[in-house]
């Protein structure tokens, strides 16, 4: 078996998705009904999601099938193939093995079509005609376009406002699969307005659009709302990733002692780790570590909570690390890594100390992600440079180890954000922790 490039038959691709929960130590903390403080029931989510939906976000089954239909759809590119960096090794000079699991090749160019192609099938299987949704630098609502497209479902999109500019591209990729993309806060939702009331340039954040997506979503009968990350039916979808990455090591007998992803809701990360959690609880000696950015540093300064998961206050009550559902990033240019909250298995998992978390300044991370393209020959996405970046350093420990990343999408629709670095004008920024605290001053007071 080559072990530089790693591939796994169609045959051989993952059949179930892998449920953390039903492995995890101790229960997760339930979401809440915000208007009653208690637990959620099927039916508080039956506006805004699918039935088949509701039952993956609550079941405790260790396995779920997938449904032969997607199967055929995932070969389109799946399975995926884990690739070792033996150039990046070079370069760095470290004996430490490098491999990353090459999640750009799916037709969005990240690993977000692992799960919107599951939902737009379920839903559109209920009868559901449109999917609403919300997306920070495109890579999600480009995949959810991609998947409406697929199933013959309207998509419409409330893209956050400083990417809806920055990343013109991934706008005009939503719009080959015949998504409606909105540059969010608008005055299309009553939500919007009230943001654009108090701040007519708003940049916008994913709490916003996200506040927009599900009051879209809740006010019409034919349409459902659709999540990117952070909720246990997304993460689930994404272990794929993860179960192709275990067999692909045992077939070039490799064990990893280090597994990295970089971290916004949670997605990517989750996916890759999570197959491996339950190895770590018997013992074996895997690091799991969490990148994010300075700018919102949500494992790393946010605090473990219950708290909203929009600006508008229209979601359950979840808890989570979270800086505060009314936190207003800057604008970097990783915009996929700009959420107040983190998926609550993920925070329970950092909670417990199970998973580590690290930040970093976006300048170090642009550096990272051209090193990459220079010696591997693939352009990285600043949010997958936040993992690459955390690799290096690893690496330049010079350990016998290996270390496998999540490659979770390119970078072909961010040359204007390496020309900023390029050019000396990207800024680094780091979340004031006034700021922090003014905004964990808002959260929901739990009985």
Not at 35 to 42: A, E, I, R
Not at 88 to 97: D, P, S, V
Not at 126 to 138: F, I, N, S, Y
Not at 284 to 303: D, F, Y
Request: charged share 25%; with cysteine; aromatic share 8%.
């Amino acid at each position: 078996m080559d072990k530089e490039k790693v591939f796994l038959s169609q045959s051989e691709m993952p059949k179930r998705w892998y449920n953390v929960l039903a492995d995890l130590p101790g229960e997760l903390p339930p979401p809440l009904n915000p208007g009653t403080g208690k637990p959620l029931g099927p039916e508080d989510l039956a506006p805004i999601f699918p039935k088949s939906l509701i039952e993956q976000e609550m079941t405790q089954e260790k396995w779920v099938d997938i449904p032969d239909e997607l199967l055929e759809i995932y070969k389109i590119w799946r399975p995926a193939p884990l690739q070792r960096a033996v150039r990046l090794e070079k370069a760095l000079k470290t004996k430490t093995r490098i491999y990353y699991k090459n999640e750009s090749l799916s037709p969005a160019g990240s690993h977000k079509p692992n799960t919107a192609i599951a939902q737009a099938y379920y839903n559109k299987k209920e009868g559901v005609k449109r999917l609403c949704t919300e997306t920070g630098a495109g890579q999600w609502g480009s995949a959810l376009a991609f998947a409406c497209n697929l199933f013959g479902l309207k998509c419409t999109v409330y893209m956050v406002k400083v990417s809806y500019e920055q990343k013109p591209y991934r706008r005009s990729l939503m719009h080959v699969w015949d998504a409606d993309v909105h540059a969010s806060p608008t005055n299309l939702t009553k939500s919007g307005k009230g943001v654009l009331a108090k701040d007519p340039n708003s940049p916008g954040s994913l709490g916003i659009a996200i506040s927009e997506a599900v009051e879209d979503a809740a006010s019409c009968d034919d349409a459902k709302y659709a999540l990117g990350s952070v909720l246990n039916h997304v993460l689930l979808h994404q272990t794929i990733v993860g179960l192709e990455t275990k067999k692909q090591l045992e077939l070039i007998d490799e064990k990893p002692d280090v597994l990295i992803g970089c971290v916004g809701g949670g997605s990517n990360f989750a996916g890759l780790c999570f197959p491996f959690v339950p190895d770590k609880l018997k013992g074996k000696n895997i690091r799991m570590i969490a990148v994010e950015p300075t700018a919102c540093p949500t494992l790393t300064k946010g605090i473990y909570a219950y708290d909203f998961g929009d600006t508008a206050q229209l979601t359950p009550l979840v808890k989570m690390y979270t800086l505060g559902h009314s936190f207003i990033p800057s604008g970097i240019h990783a915009g996929g890594l700009r959420y107040h909250g983190m998926a609550p298995i993920v925070a329970l998992l950092a909670k417990k100390g199970i998973i580590e978390a690290k930040a970093y300044h976006q300048n170090p991370v642009f550096e990272a992600g051209l090193l990459f393209a220079r010696t591997e020959g693939f352009l990285p996405a600043p949010e997958t440079s936040h993992a690459i970046k955390c690799v290096i350093d690893e690496a330049k420990k010079n350990e016998n180890k290996c270390i496998v990343f999540n490659y979770s999408g390119h970078g072909h629709f961010d040359l204007s954000a390496y020309d900023a670095y390029l050019e000396g004008k990207l800024q680094d920024f780091e979340y004031p922790t006034e700021k922090i605290k003014e905004a964990l001053k808002h959260l929901p007071k739990i009985k």
